[in-house]
């Protein structure tokens, strides 16, 4: 598990700077704590954050993959498109806002953002891979 703090009770937060991992095996909900670059790590459950989308804005990475199970991306606002590498060949989604897609279990993917919004995530761990942006080291 990454590294983790806890939340405190009853105090509303601001779920666009945190992303908050909902741990399996205890039920417990906590702050998952992370560096610039790539996603948040991952916990033996889920992982849910809710970032602003920034058309042009450096993404968290080129791709990713999650091999534990299904993820569901809800786009509050704004417009992506999801490239979906699948076996048969890449499927690009345009997901517009109230829209929600699942990303299937262990299907690489990648969003790009066609205009500002605001997206939430509800990703499975605790495996993961994804691929670094071109230039910068992992």
Do not use: C
């Amino acid at each position: 598990m990454g590294a983790t703090r806890n939340i405190p009770t009853g105090e509303a937060f601001d779920l666009t700077e945190e992303a908050v991992g909902l741990e399996r095996s205890s039920g417990r909900a906590w702050f998952m704590e992370w560096g610039s670059g790539g996603p948040p790590p991952r916990i033996d459950g889920y992982t849910v954050g809710a970032p602003l989308l920034i058309p042009g804005g450096e993404p968290p990475h080129a791709g990713e993959m999650h091999p534990d199970a299904d993820e569901l991306l809800f786009l509050v606002s704004g417009r992506i498109r999801l490239r979906l590498e699948l076996e048969g060949g890449h499927r690009h989604v345009a997901v517009g806002p109230g829209q929600a897609v699942v990303v299937p279990k262990g299907v690489w993917h990648l969003i790009s953002i066609e205009e500002q919004g605001q997206l939430i995530h509800i990703t499975p761990g605790p495996g993961g891979e994804h691929r670094p942006l071109p230039g910068h080291s992992e």
